[in-house]
């Protein structure tokens, strides 16, 4: 049993990677892409990557040739440490600088500061309008409406 929700749970940090993939066409599609990542710990209020579904996210973005910027709100001198400085990966100063050009957006972990953001402001920064939201943090109608293409995980 334990292996089989092990299983799941590994599964699962890839739906991410996959939803983006499928969205720009195919992972070969990522390649020169730039992705936003929102939340880099394995959960709200740590530093602690551990098992963290960023790093499986991140590590497959970078197999497929995208380039990376982060933010979290406490993980960033953990990340540093974990992946060092790289040319493909920004560790931004913010939430908002680290949409600048980027095409995509990816939520990792539920931090309170993600909850809601100003979406116009998202919007002026953002290449196009994909946000991937890997805590179903938002109203996927809403986003609809308003132009996103909005994939959450695990409801309809």
């Known amino acids: 049993l334990l292996k089989a929700v092990e299983a ?3 599964r699962q940090k890839e739906v991410l990677f996959a939803k983006l993939a499928r969205h720009f066409g ?6 020169g ?3 936003a990542v929102w939340g880099l710990a394995f959960k709200p209020n740590t530093d602690d990557m551990r ?3 960023s790093r499986t996210l991140i590590e497959a973005l970078w197999a497929a040739g995208a380039r990376v910027q ?12 974990i992946y060092g400085e790289r040319d493909d990966f920004t560790l931004a ?15 990792c972990t539920e931090w309170q500061q993600f909850r809601a ?3 116009d402001e998202m919007q002026g920064r953002l290449k196009g309008r994909v ?8 109203h996927p109608a809403r986003l609809k409406e308003e132009g996103w293409a909005y994939y959450s995980v695990g409801r309809a």
């Not at 195919?26 to 390649?31: S, T, V, W």
């Not at 982060?70 to 440490?81: H, L, S």
Request: hydrophobic fraction near 45%.
């Open 8 to 10: 799941v749970n590994n």
């Open 26 to 31: 195919g992972a070969d599609k990522l390649a």
């Open 33 to 35: 892409k730039t992705v």
């Open 51 to 53: 098992e963290a579904p």
């Open 70 to 81: 982060a933010f979290d709100p406490v993980a960033m001198e953990e990340t540093r440490r």
């Open 93 to 107: 100063a913010n939430k908002y600088a680290a949409l600048e050009g980027a095409d995509a957006l990816a939520i």
């Open 117 to 119: 953001p100003d979406f």
């Open 131 to 138: 946000l991937i939201d890997g805590r179903n943090l938002y």
